[in-house]
């Protein structure tokens, strides 16, 4: 039977999913012991407009390859917290663009050493050539996606 010759150690996406979601859980739970009100989601959302303030959403939503009406629901979040604002375009009234607030800055300063001192204690007993290698290996395969979707972009997904 071909379940049977699934086995989950030899999945790559299985694999992939799992650390995911033990980076994901983990975070969570660091965010929380630090009080940080907001979810790794929300955070993920939030990241590129530090360094890209005012992207609109529709290029937010091709940098964390999700579908527009989560996004949506990630920056309305976001924007009840006070920590990005939306304009709608002048020209076109169905282009927002979002721009992060001072306490959205003040939030992603804050919680930048708690990702780092997350990602670095999930992965401290694995050889680092290995993690470089796991990482060359897991660039290459999501590499070709983000060029598709950014394609034609001049910043970096």
Request: glycine share 4%; with cysteine.
């Amino acid at each position: 039977m071909l379940l049977e010759r699934l086995n989950p150690k030899e999945s790559m996406g299985f694999l992939a999913w799992k650390v995911s979601r033990i980076l994901t859980n983990d975070l969570a739970a660091q965010f929380s012991q630090a009080g940080v009100k907001i979810t790794v989601e929300q955070w993920r959302a939030l990241l590129p407009t530090y360094s890209l303030d005012g992207l609109t959403q529709g290029r937010l939503c091709e940098m964390l390859l999700q579908e527009k009406t989560g996004v949506s629901r990630l920056v309305t979040a976001l924007e009840k917290q006070g920590l990005v604002r939306r304009n709608a375009s002048k020209e076109d009234r169905r282009v927002k663009f979002i721009y992060i607030t001072e306490a959205g800055r003040e939030l992603v300063d804050f919680t930048l050493s708690i990702v780092i001192s997350s990602r670095d204690r999930l992965v401290a007993h694995v050889n680092p050539e290995e993690l470089a290698i796991c990482k060359r290996v897991l660039w290459k395969i999501v590499q070709p996606y983000l060029d598709a979707a950014c394609v034609s972009q001049e910043e970096p997904c």
